[in-house]
């Protein structure tokens, strides 16, 4: 999903760039990633590769970590050798969720989940691994190319008349599109470190989401609010993940809601 935006931007920014999927390249294989950044020789690197299943990730944390943890230092690593910069995306997962106001870059981070944990290592990787880093965290990611919440709300409208959908977790979508346009301005600049990324607008719950997302697709679904314990998961969901940022230099996107109103222009022929 982020891969095929950044790919986008990457055009639209008028750069020369080569995406290598998950066939064209094992980011676990730090043989074959050396050969694949001497045959390309990049001057930046943007690892798009994750392990994303939140949930999964609690029953194979062993394997969330090999790609989002060693495979990330991998690349960052490999980068380095032929003096390429290495922009890693993060999560706000990296966070406990309690702090009740919006996360910056310098805040303590405390992971409660397999694939927070899983994350958290990449960063320390890429940072280890690259002086020439850029660890970017961001959160509720939705695009049109890969499953998200967006889309699932949109396959139960199908369905049902009526949603339940939970109200006391509040963070900030992001629309892929928007966030990529982040990614690749930020790969072409000097401002290594963290940075935080998130979609713009009043932060939010999943129920005002669902609300919005209802809304703009102009679908009659009633929703009723409900809390996390009505609605378990297998890795639990930070309470309150907001990001933002501290940094001077900080790249803002859209509002997320007009990230929404992008997502169903691109989706339309779909819709």
Known sequence: MLGRDVLAATDRAGDDVVGLTRADLDVTDSAAVIRAFEAHRPDAVINCAAYTDVDGAEADEAAATELNGRAAGTVAEGAAAIGASV??????????????????????????????RSKLAGEHAVAAANDRHFVVRTSWLFGVAGKNFVDAMLGLARERDELKVVDDQIGRPTYTGHLADGLVRLASSEAYGIHHLAGGGEECSWFAFAGEIFRQAELDVRTVPCTTEEFPR??????????????????????????????????????
């Open 234 to 271: 297998p890795a639990p969901r930070p309470a309150y993940s907001v990001l933002g940022s501290e940094r001077p230099d900080a790249i803002r996107l859209p509002d997320w809601r007009e990230g929404l109103a992008a997502y169903f222009a691109e989706r339309e022929p779909v819709r």
């Open 87 to 116: 922009l890693q995306p993060s999560t706000d997962y990296v966070f406990d969720g309690d702090k009740g106001s919006p996360y910056v870059e310098s805040d303590p981070t405390g992971p409660h989940t397999a694939y927070g």
